[in-house]
């Protein structure tokens, strides 16, 4: 390592140091999961009009696979063929038919059996997984008619959780459950080329074109559960980071590496679950519950997070550009698509972002963004689209990763392996996840 000498050698001559510059950012944000808001919101939206969506965006795309595989295949001498709907599959009959799983699973919360229950009675504690191999588990596919019952070995070598949209081939038993011998699921779709919509953007206005060659050896930093709880040992960390892309820390060489860094992504979870519940400093019969002024007490909320969060952020903007994703744990609502942070938690760093008001996509993005979870947008000409995490959280509890409570780090990159060639970012919303 050359670090240590470089910070032994003695000072040089040179009156002018060498001066090291950010690279500039190429940055195009999409606006794909921000809600109307105002007079535009609307509450009439229905779960069910989700799945409803979901099939008819994909079900074509599914169907379209199934045919090209099961075109000509056969079983003495029967010919498998297409069935429109679920409850037009026939006992012994060789078919093929798309839907959308469901996963009935007796670990899985339910919510008429909650509101079946007394209200008085405390709700048990959040379950870390589903997956049980003791108690009966069912897999059905359903459509707009009906549902059927799924069965057979290839179910156990495929990864299925509620939401999928899928075809399966099969027969019907005797006991009306459906015999699977194959599945296909969507798979990857075409993914757009780099630079592929800034170079349509461009032309649209008449703009020129887009300079790849410039973005060469440009890197991305990716930054997720800071955690800020308002600790000490928040300073540290925060500081070690900030120092890091900044430039401030290792030696020369290091520091032009980080000069290529030419945006950051926080993805979520920015302030801890463990927040202390009252302000520092304030008696232990503030802590406790009192009476509320207009349903509202002050003591239970703790500024320093926010704060610190704000701060920390405001060191770096003058340096590099921030897209900021909330999390599960963040100030922002809780279903998802969460919408973005507001920039009024923010009075230091919003000095860098774009005003809040009229029609975002019309409006060049700030230095500072905030932005929904999940998010998509074009950054140094590559699609990106990502989440703060809680997705992959909740279909985890739905199958056997292998690891404590199913959390093992392979898992997870299965799982995110298997959201994209799902083609749906959130399969398991509305039904175990809050959408």
């Given at each position: 390592?050359?670090?240590?000498?470089?910070?032994?050698?003695?000072?040089?001559?040179d009156?002018?140091?060498?001066?090291?510059?950010r690279?500039?950012?190429?940055?195009?944000?999409?606006?794909?999961?921000?809600?109307?808001y105002?007079?535009?919101?609307?509450?009439?939206?229905?779960?069910?009009?989700?799945?409803?969506?979901?099939?008819?965006?994909?079900?074509?795309?599914?169907?379209a696979?199934?045919?090209?595989?099961?075109?000509?295949?056969?079983?003495?001498?029967?010919?498998?063929?297409r069935?429109?709907?679920?409850?037009d599959?026939?006992?012994?009959?060789?078919?093929?038919?798309?839907?959308?799983?469901?996963?009935?699973m007796?670990?899985?919360?339910?919510?008429?059996?909650?509101?079946?229950?007394?209200?008085?009675?405390?709700g048990?504690?959040?379950?870390?997984?589903?997956?049980?191999?003791?108690?009966?588990?069912?897999?059905?596919?359903?459509d707009?008619?009906?549902?059927?019952?799924?069965?057979?070995?290839?179910?156990?070598?495929?990864?299925?959780?509620?939401?999928v949209?899928?075809?399966?081939?099969?027969t019907?038993?005797a006991?009306?459950?459906?015999?699977?011998?194959?599945?296909?699921?969507?798979n990857?779709?075409?993914?757009?080329?780099?630079?592929?919509?800034?170079?349509?953007?461009?032309?649209?206005?008449g703009?020129?074109?887009?300079?790849?060659?410039?973005?060469?050896?440009?890197?991305i930093?990716f930054v997720?559960?800071?955690?800020?709880?308002?600790?000490?040992?928040?300073?540290?960390?925060?500081?070690?980071?900030?120092?890091?892309?900044?430039?401030?820390?290792?030696?020369?060489?290091?520091?032009?590496?980080?000069?290529?860094?030419?945006?950051?992504?926080?993805?979520?979870?920015?302030?801890?679950?463990?927040?202390?519940?009252?302000?520092?400093?304030?008696?232990?019969?503030?802590?406790?519950?009192a009476?509320k002024?207009?349903?509202?007490?002050?003591?239970?909320?703790?500024?320093?997070?926010?704060?610190?969060?704000?701060?920390?952020?405001?060191?770096?903007?003058?340096?590099?550009?921030?897209?900021?994703?909330?999390?599960?744990?963040?100030?922002?609502?809780?279903?998802?698509?969460?919408?973005?942070?507001?920039?009024?938690?923010?009075?230091?760093?919003?000095?860098?972002?774009?005003?809040?008001?009229?029609?975002p996509?019309q409006?060049?993005?700030?230095?500072?963004?905030?932005?929904?979870?999940?998010w998509?947008?074009?950054?140094?000409?590559?699609?990106?689209?990502?989440?703060?995490?809680?997705?992959?959280?909740?279909?985890l509890?739905?199958?056997?990763?292998?690891?404590?409570?199913?959390?093992?780090?392979d898992?997870?990159?299965?799982?995110?392996?298997?959201?994209?060639?799902?083609?749906?970012?959130?399969?398991?919303?509305?039904?175990?996840?809050?959408?």
């Open positions: 390592m050359g670090l240590p000498d470089e910070l032994l050698t003695k000072p040089t001559n009156d002018s140091p060498a001066q090291l510059n690279i500039s950012s190429s940055y195009n944000p999409l606006y794909s999961y921000r809600l109307p105002g007079e535009h919101k609307t509450y009439m939206q229905q779960f069910g009009d989700m799945y409803f969506l979901r099939l008819a965006k994909l079900k074509p795309v599914v169907e696979i199934a045919t090209n595989e099961w075109d000509n295949f056969e079983i003495a001498g029967e010919r498998a063929r069935v429109e709907r679920v409850l599959v026939r006992q012994g009959q060789l078919c093929w038919v798309a839907g959308t799983i469901y996963m009935d007796p670990l899985k919360p339910n919510i008429l059996e909650d509101i079946s229950k007394e209200h008085w009675t405390a048990p504690l959040p379950r870390q997984s589903y997956y049980s191999n003791e108690l009966g588990m069912q897999i059905m596919l359903e707009e008619s009906g549902r059927l019952r799924l069965t057979g070995a290839m179910l156990k070598n495929s990864q299925l959780v509620t939401g949209i899928v075809a399966v081939l099969g019907e038993n006991n009306g459950d459906f015999e699977v011998l194959d599945i296909q699921i969507p990857l779709p075409r993914q757009p080329q780099r630079w592929e919509r800034d170079e349509a953007k461009s032309a649209e206005e703009k020129m074109e887009v300079d790849c060659k410039s973005s060469d050896g440009k890197k930093a997720s559960g800071l955690d800020i709880s308002g600790t000490r040992a928040d300073n540290l960390r925060l500081a070690l980071l900030s120092e890091y892309l900044l430039g401030e820390a290792l030696g020369l060489d290091d520091q032009a590496t980080i000069t290529r860094i030419s945006r950051l992504v926080i993805a979520g979870n920015s302030i801890a679950s463990d927040v202390i519940d009252a302000a520092p400093g304030a008696p232990e019969t503030a802590k406790k519950a009476s002024k207009y349903g509202y007490d002050a003591a239970a909320y703790n500024p320093i997070p926010t704060t610190l969060l704000d701060h920390f952020l405001a060191e770096l903007l003058p340096s590099i550009p921030i897209t900021l994703m909330p999390g599960e744990h963040d100030p922002a609502n809780v279903s998802l698509p969460q919408q973005a942070v507001h920039n009024a938690m923010f009075p230091h760093a919003r000095a860098y972002a774009s005003p809040q008001v009229g029609n996509a409006q060049d993005p700030g230095w500072f963004d905030s932005v929904t979870n999940p998509e947008g074009d950054i140094e000409g590559w699609r990106i689209m990502g989440t703060s995490g809680q997705p992959v959280d909740d279909i509890k739905y199958v056997d990763a292998g690891g404590p409570n199913g959390t093992d780090a898992g997870r990159l299965e799982v995110m392996e298997s959201i994209l060639r799902w083609r749906c970012a959130a399969p398991t919303a509305p039904d175990t996840l809050c959408e």
